[in-house]
């Protein structure tokens, strides 16, 4: 498990746990003290993120094509800000 | 002026209060609800956390279970609190989606039942404002949180109101590393965080809060509140949501 936690500069703390196989995500969850609307599209965010490669904009993408399927939005984080504390757990060691 | 349902300050657990607040909801999803405004404490006191943080990161589970305080999962997002029976005031205000009190616009939402707060915030003599996303502050430092979800066709927006801080507790119950706690961060706190009673250096009571809550909501939305209480019905879904989802492990420790 690979953990990682980054504080959004003006914004909310987004927290990570990953699980990594074959530089693809096994398991994610996203955790942290930001909103989303609707709360049940982050299931289908983390479901979204399995598979995925070490690649912060596929990451990216994944997550808001999915933001956009379920007609959910973030508050006080971003897509963006969830791919960035995610690449940070990658980077970081498994423990 | 619009009428508003007002079930006047109450004390519960934690897990009826999480439970009532949410049976309102699916009442109002079937019509069978006004707009509520609820005031409420909590007994024993309790820390509750946003709906995506994981219990067990947020909360040293052993030192509540020690002190006989609960913890809880809310379904809205946001951070954990620590909900103090004798320190704090926790409202909450079920709307239809749609109401003119539930603007589309997340942020215009919270500023505008945050003018309850800082309404009330006035009475008692205090010069507060708006903090987005979702507090309010005095000089700088948050008095209040809030949290919002938007679900059953309703929106409920529910926050809690600082009257007093402890805040050595307060590292207790959350868990933050026991080497980090330095008198340093707890300064910190004291330097981001405040209450009523820091701000007003008196021994202010929870009745003279509720008092101004009262006046404060009623002016800043516009409602006059009619002293109202749960229907049989209510009560019901209240308790089998404590039951089944609010005091279970499956829930609480769902993350």
Not at chain 2, 67 to 81: H, S
């Amino acid at each position: 498990m690979r953990e990682s936690s980054y504080k959004i500069p003006d914004g909310k703390l987004v927290k990570v746990k990953l699980q990594v196989s074959v530089g693809q995500i096994e398991n994610i969850k996203i955790l942290g003290d930001f909103f989303l609307h609707p709360e049940e599209a982050i299931q289908n965010i983390e479901e979204a993120l399995i598979g995925a490669p070490e690649d912060e904009n596929i990451i990216e993408t994944r997550i808001s094509n999915t933001l956009a399927e379920m007609e959910a939005s973030f508050i006080g984080a971003t897509a963006r800000d969830i791919a960035k504390t995610i690449m940070i757990a990658w980077e970081a060691n498994d423990l | 002026m619009e009428e508003f349902r007002f079930i006047d300050l109450e004390t519960h657990n934690a897990y009826q209060n999480m439970a009532t607040d949410e049976a309102i909801m699916l009442a109002m999803k079937e019509g069978n609800a006004s707009p509520t405004l609820r005031l409420y404490r909590w007994k024993p006191s309790a820390v509750s956390i946003g709906t995506f943080q994981g219990m067990l990161d947020e909360v040293d589970v052993e030192f509540c279970q020690s002190r006989g305080i609960d913890f809880i999962r809310r379904i809205t997002g946001g951070g954990a609190v620590y909900h103090d029976y004798e320190g704090e005031v926790t409202y909450s205000i079920i709307i239809p989606k749609g109401h003119r009190l539930a603007p589309n616009d997340i942020l215009d939402s919270y500023r505008l039942i945050c003018g309850g707060i800082v309404e009330a915030l006035g009475h008692l003599g205090i010069r507060g404002e708006f903090k987005p996303i979702n507090d309010v502050d005095v000089g700088g430092k948050k008095i209040s949180g809030n949290a919002m979800t938007r679900r059953h066709d309703c929106v409920l927006q529910h926050g809690t109101i600082l009257l007093d801080l402890d805040v050595n507790l307060m590292f207790s119950i959350l868990k933050v590393p026991q080497e980090k706690i330095s008198d340093k961060m707890i300064a910190d706190v004291r330097e981001r965080v405040t209450s009523i009673r820091d701000v007003l250096k008196r021994d202010v009571q929870i009745s003279e809060l509720q008092k101004a809550l009262i006046q404060g909501f009623s002016e800043a939305l516009e409602i006059e509140l009619a002293q109202g209480k749960l229907s049989s019905a209510e009560e019901k879904t209240a308790r089998r949501l404590a039951e089944e989802k609010y005091s279970t492990s499956e829930w609480n420790f769902s993350r």
